[in-house]
């Protein structure tokens, strides 16, 4: 059984950075495709960023696009989510996820192992 553990949280100011990581542990992390998702009070989970098993791809939503970066380190089995010129709107739990087979990194539905959350915080 995978599990996610998210640590780097926490209250930043806005324009400020932040690095989220994520560690894998029980599985073989290099085959897993990982994402990261947010969710905010009173708001549904939504994308953030994807990566491929072996960094050749990523994804973006449209809101982080230029701001957020996202890698990987299978030697580390970790991901990372790099948050720079951090808004206040983008206050909220923040999930890395993995999955095996699914071709849209988007949705929630097809990744199989989610992490428990690391809350992020940006003051305005």
């Known amino acids: 059984q995978v599990q996610l553990v998210e640590s780097g949280g926490g209250l930043v100011q806005a324009g400020g950075s932040l690095r989220l990581s994520c560690v894998a542990s029980?599985?073989?992390?290099?085959?897993?495709?990982m994402g990261w998702f947010r969710q905010a009070p009173g708001k549904e989970r939504e994308f953030v960023g994807g990566?491929?098993?072996?960094?050749?791809?990523?994804y973006y939503a449209d809101s982080v696009k230029g701001r957020f970066t996202i890698s990987r380190d299978n030697a580390k089995n970790t991901v990372y989510l790099q948050m720079n010129n951090l808004k206040a709107e983008d206050t909220a739990v923040y999930y890395c996820?993995?999955?095996?087979?699914?071709?849209?990194?988007?949705?929630?539905?097809?990744?199989?192992?989610w992490g428990q959350g690391t809350q992020v915080t940006v003051s305005s």
């Open positions: 029980g599985g073989t992390f290099s085959t897993y495709r």
């Open positions: 990566i491929s098993n072996l960094s050749v791809s990523t």
């Open positions: 996820a993995g999955g095996l087979y699914m071709n849209d990194y988007r949705s929630a539905r097809g990744y199989n192992y």
